[in-house]
């Protein structure tokens, strides 16, 4: 158990931050809601933190202390500190340190946790209107899960870094029910997951892990980001992003003359933040007026790194794209598995809902992803009977033509997929997409989850047991002669082709067997296995 740490071992902790926030940059940038200049989430922080990094590298090793270590990360963080993540990261990054900066000997997991509570305080006091569903909450959290953890004879690093990262991520994931915005873009907060990725690599140099060095690659489709919000970006009220130092303060200044600063520019913009020193302030403003702000930062001292950019021509630029781009008709497609979901998306279907079996979608989230979609109408997959409904309460509230082809399973939605034509209108695509799915023959490999006698057949827990149109036809406890003989009952065997889509846990060993079985037993049908990974099936059949 670690119990307390030295101030090298702190300084290893915010270099390691930079470096996974490097790795994940793209991953938290696909994650903006507004694509904006102003919008690089993962970029701000990223060049925030390595300012941080570069700069504790430099201290040398003699001259490492906890006072030192705390100047040089408030400075050099601030002084990095891009766009408004950035800033609040700093913030968060110059509370730690404050507290940081009086330890005496070493840093035990109490005293990290009033400076982990410092952090969102500072961090909270630098935002003119804090908003729930933000960096600013998962960090709250944070904090007060550190302090919960912090005391007792047995509190340790291990312990507190594990409970931050589970309820961190908790709160990250409930970020959408706290922001409207977040839910109608159907991503999580960004800043907050990039503060989880700062807290990822804390833990791991405590523990002496490797980090990534490898960037993310994002799954998050960039014209998904594109049409979150395009709607809000209309109507913008402040033009200009409008970020500089105030360096060189005049002699006479004092804190209040930052603090009247901060108010005459609150009363020209929003998204404010105006924090700092008589050092040096750093200021990040939307506003329709950024000479009258520059004026403003020059009755306090010198101004520098000035950076003006003009979010409405972004939107402008952003639509255009998305009015060259628009479909006709796009497509909407609940399921679950990484595999699942990429052959949906090689059908060209434009956003994925995960849900399935065991996990509905509610309205709301369906919703959303039609509102996602850049085209003039939208075509939805549910490919479950119990999300039909759902789905078709979703269509009445849609602002844009909907049309909910009733899949009753994945091989249905797929086999719809597959009918779509860019081309068509919306009624041709439907009507041609209803054909294919009802054409197809299917069945699902699962297992039982309880004891229970069922349409002629005794089942014992655990079983594998094979269904077709909600009926139990085999059961058995060898996966694959289950599958063998639940093709046997049905019509998959009269079919051509059989594409198998096998899930999580299933070996590629144990598929291999199964196409051995299938080719003795019907030579003439094609056997076409797909790595699925959906949760619950072994296997998927589909019958073409």
Not at 195 to 201: K, S, T
Not at 346 to 365: A, H, R, Y
Not at 459 to 486: E, F, M, P
Not at 497 to 518: C, H, I, M, P, R
């Amino acid at each position: 158990m670690i119990k307390t740490i030295d101030a090298s071992i702190l300084r290893k902790m915010f270099i390691g931050a930079a470096q996974n926030l490097a790795v994940y940059e793209e991953q938290i940038n696909a994650h903006n809601v507004f694509p904006v200049p102003d919008g690089d989430t993962g970029t701000n922080m990223y060049l925030t933190a390595v300012n941080a990094a570069r700069e504790l590298q430099t201290i040398p090793d003699p001259d490492l202390s906890w006072e030192k270590l705390a100047s040089v990360l408030t400075s050099a963080s601030l002084r990095g500190a891009r766009g408004n993540s950035g800033v609040i990261l700093s913030q968060i990054f110059k509370g730690v340190a404050d507290v940081v900066s009086e330890t005496e000997g070493l840093l035990t997991v109490k005293r990290f946790a009033m400076a982990l509570s410092e952090g969102a305080r500072v961090a909270y006091s630098a935002v003119e209107k804090p908003k729930e569903g933000t960096i600013l909450t998962v960090m709250r959290v944070i904090a007060e899960t550190s302090v919960k953890c912090s005391s007792g004879r047995n509190a340790c690093f291990e312990t507190m870094m594990q409970n931050i990262l589970e309820k961190g991520e908790q709160t990250l994931q409930d970020t959408p029910n706290m922001l409207p915005v977040l839910k109608k873009a159907g991503v999580v907060d960004a800043g907050g997951m990039g503060l989880l990725r700062v807290f990822d690599a804390f833990f791991a140099v405590l523990e002496g892990r490797e980090l990534a060095k490898a960037p993310v690659k994002t799954e998050v489709k960039e014209e998904v980001a594109f049409a979150a919000d395009v709607h809000d970006l209309d109507d913008i009220e402040f033009a200009y992003c409008t970020e500089f130092f105030v360096k060189n303060i005049r002699p006479r200044a004092t804190e209040a003359d930052i603090d009247k600063l901060r108010d005459k520019l609150s009363r020209i913009g929003n998204s404010l933040i105006c924090i700092g020193d008589l050092q040096l302030v750093k200021v990040h403003v939307h506003t329709n007026n950024p000479g009258r702000a520059l004026q403003y930062a020059l009755e306090l001292g010198e101004i520098d790194r000035v950076k003006i950019e003009n979010m409405l021509e972004q939107n402008r630029k952003i639509k255009e794209e998305m009015e060259k781009n628009k479909k006709k008709v796009g497509m909407v497609s609940v399921c679950a598995g990484k595999g699942i979901s990429q052959i949906f998306k090689d059908l060209t279907v434009d956003v994925i809902v995960e849900g399935g079996q065991t996990m509905n979608p509610s309205v709301n989230d369906i919703l959303s992803a039609i509102n996602r979609v850049n085209a003039d109408s939208v075509i939805v997959l549910p490919n479950n009977k119990n999300i039909i409904l759902a789905a078709q309460k979703a269509q009445e509230l849609a602002d844009r033509e909907t049309v909910v082809i009733s899949t009753q399973n994945v091989a249905a939605g797929i086999a719809a997929a597959i009918a779509y034509d860019p081309q068509a209108e919306l009624s041709e695509n439907a009507r041609a997409m209803e054909e294919a799915a009802s054409a197809v023959c299917s069945a699902q490999v699962t297992s039982a989850v309880r004891t229970t006698k069922m349409d002629g057949l005794s089942v014992s827990k655990g079983d594998y047991i094979g269904l077709s149109a909600d009926k139990l036809l085999t059961k058995g406890k060898d996966l694959n002669q289950v599958t063998l003989d639940l093709i046997k009952k049905t019509e998959i065997c009269e079919g051509e082709v059989l594409n198998l889509y096998y899930g999580e846990g299933v070996t590629e060993e144990t598929v291999a067997g199964l196409v051995d079985l299938l080719a003795d037993a019907y030579p003439d049908l094609e056997v076409i296995p797909y790595k699925g990974d959906q949760p619950h099936s072994f296997y998927i059949l589909a019958a073409v």
